[in-house]
């Protein structure tokens, strides 16, 4: 398996909340929907969520940098697979619906994304 893995930074005009609101229950389905053409396996939202803790760790790396609003995983069976599904002209479509809506609510140049390989080092929930 490998996973995309995109780091969300929301648009300047809207709120966390709103930003938060509009992937999970407008995106989201956009996704479902589309996720056996794209031969998407798995797909999992990381909304950053507020806590005391913030502060403490960001001071402990010495970081300033404003924090992601959320982290956005997708799985496919392999490398190939993923290429297929994105060249095929129905895929490329779905992408392109995808990526339209995403313009919507996400800073997509300040958005990083990659394609990675995961190496599990400890699973104890599975």
């Given amino acids: 398996m490998v996973k995309l893995t995109f780091a969300l930074r929301r648009r300047s005009d809207l709120s966390r909340e ?4 509009y992937w999970r229950d407008t995106h989201a389905p956009l996704v479902r929907a589309r996720a056996g053409t ?3 396996q798995r797909y999992v939202q990381a909304h950053t969520a507020s806590t005391p803790l ?4 960001r001071a402990s790396r010495g970081g300033s940098v404003e ?3 959320g982290v956005a995983e997708l799985w496919w069976d392999s490398v190939e697979d993923l290429a297929e599904a994105m060249t095929s002209p129905e895929g490329a479509q ?3 619906e995808l990526l339209a809506d995403e313009a ?11 394609i990675a390989r995961e190496e599990v080092v400890l699973d104890a929930v599975g």
Avoid at 18 to 21: A, K, L, N, V
């Fill in 54 to 57: 913030d502060d403490a760790l």
């Fill in 94 to 96: 779905a992408a392109g």
């Fill in 104 to 114: 919507k609510f996400i800073d997509l140049e300040a958005s990083p994304i990659w």
């Fill in 67 to 69: 924090p992601f609003d």
């Fill in 38 to 40: 794209l031969r998407i």
């Fill in 18 to 21: 709103d930003f938060q609101r």
